[in-house]
Structure formats: structure tokens, C-alpha cells
């Protein structure tokens, strides 16, 4: 190989930004962390950090997501764990101007958890909060807090939640990803609940019971019942070994 010159070669940096979903209080919600660091010292950013020399990418964002959340990316071909979470990557983001420190390169990847606690706060973010995507996406991308006025997401933040929202959004049409929002025991009510959580909408029970009971596989009875949701005792399935829902549950125009 004919020798090269990196020098001639710009410097820049990696980093990976995580979009962290999971549904509480019936809402989807995301984590942000605010940022104890310049630059937009004091913003709402998405948690994540630089890629280091001696990792690639998939271990960067699983380090970054036990740092901010304390879960285990779940291996998709290992048993679900209690404290695992779905971990895919997401996007590039590469625009010249996004960091205005150097030019960073962020590749983002999309977790998703069952309702999870409190975050903490770690590495260079002085503070964390579960905000729900619809204040996070509004027509202002601020990020408001008990009274605080609305600023927009550090960075390019905003876009890269927005695509993850997305990708939620259209994958659970046809895939198993919204069990990734479900205990690993759960009823259909709950499945049904995530739905319309990630969707913003209302769904008919019986018509989703009919169309994810539907499809041989998708769920498998976990073994018992519970009243965990109120009245009547409730079967409990988990995720089966098919991934795809087939015929598609298409989201409602709205």
C-alpha cells in the first residue's frame, strides 16, 4: 500500500448520542440530560459522550446507556432480562456545523426500556429528567421545565429525537419492538397501552386484541394471570419467536 500522510487529513471526533424511550405515566417519554459543560452549558441534551479510542460503536452506546440508566443492552439472542434493554443504532449526523468545538460525528442509536425510575445524572450533565416527546417535539423543540423558559435541544438533538420517535413509530407496525416497552410478562391491555402511548392515540381493544393474538407466535402465554391493571384477572404473554406482525397494524391518521 502506497504510503499516506494523515496529517493532510482535518482531525475529528466520534461520539454517540443515545435516544432513551420508554413509556411513563401512560406517555412516551425520553430521557434528556442537562449539560454541566460548555458549549450550551446549562441546555437539555440527549445523554451520550465520545467515542473512545479503544471501543467501537455498539460498545460506546451500551457503556453510555449503563452510565446514564444502569441497564444492559439485551442481546436479541439471549433470554430477556430484567434490567435489559432493546439497544439499535439509529442514524449518522455528520453536518460540519453541528459541534462547535470540532467537527464530531455522532452516530446515535435508539434504546428502548419498560417504565423506568429516576434517572441520574453522570459525566458532564449536572441534572436528568424523563420529559414526554410531545413537549420535547413541539413546534418551539424547547424542553421547559417547572416553569422555565423553553429552549431548543443542544445541538442537533431535536432531529436525532425525532428520528428515533419515528422509528419507534413506524417499526411497531410490523415488528415486535413495542414488547420492548412491556415487562417480560404482560397482557394484551398493556401491549395495547404502549400503542397508544408511542402513537398518541386511542386503539379499539377488541379489534388489537384480534390482530396481535392473530398473528401464530407473535405472543405466547407466559403462564398465569393478574389484576395488576384493576377488575377482572388478566392474561399474562410474553414475546414469541415471531417478530412480525403479519398483517401489519398500520397507526391511525391522526
Known sequence: MPPYDPSTFPP?????DLVVLTVRRHALCALVVRRGEPPFQGR????????????????????????????????????????????EQLATYGDPGRDPRMRVVSVAHLAL???????????????????????LLGLEG????????????????????????ERARSKI??????????PPAFT?????????????????????????????GFLVPAGGTT????????????AGAATVLNPPMLRPEV
Open 113 to 135: 426500556a419498560p417504565d423506568l425510575p429516576a434517572p441520574r445524572a453522570g459525566g458532564d450533565a449536572n441534572s436528568a429528567r424523563w420529559a414526554p416527546v410531545e413537549d
Open 173 to 182: 407496525e410490523y415488528s415486535s419492538l413495542a414488547t420492548a416497552f412491556c
Open 188 to 216: 394484551v391491555g398493556e401491549l395495547r397501552r404502549v400503542y397508544e402511548a408511542v402513537w398518541g392515540v386511542v386503539l379499539d381493544p377488541r379489534n388489537f386484541h384480534r390482530k396481535v393474538t392473530g398473528t401464530p
Open 12 to 16: 475529528f471526533a466520534v461520539t454517540v
Open 44 to 87: 437539555w441534551a440527549l445523554p451520550g459522550g465520545f467515542v473512545k479510542a479503544d471501543e467501537d460503536l455498539g460498545a460506546a452506546a451500551a457503556r453510555e446507556l449503563v452510565e446514564e440508566t444502569g441497564l444492559c443492552a439485551q442481546d436479541p439472542a439471549a433470554p430477556a432480562v430484567g434490567n435489559g434493554a432493546h439497544l
Open 227 to 238: 389484576t395488576r391493571q384493576g377488575g377482572r384477572p388478566a392474561q399474562l404473554f410474553r
Open 142 to 165: 424547547g424542553c421547559g421545565h417547572e416553569g422555565e423558559n423553553q429552549a431548543p435541544l443542544a445541538f442537533d438533538h431535536a432531529q436525532i429525537l425525532a428520528d428515533g420517535v
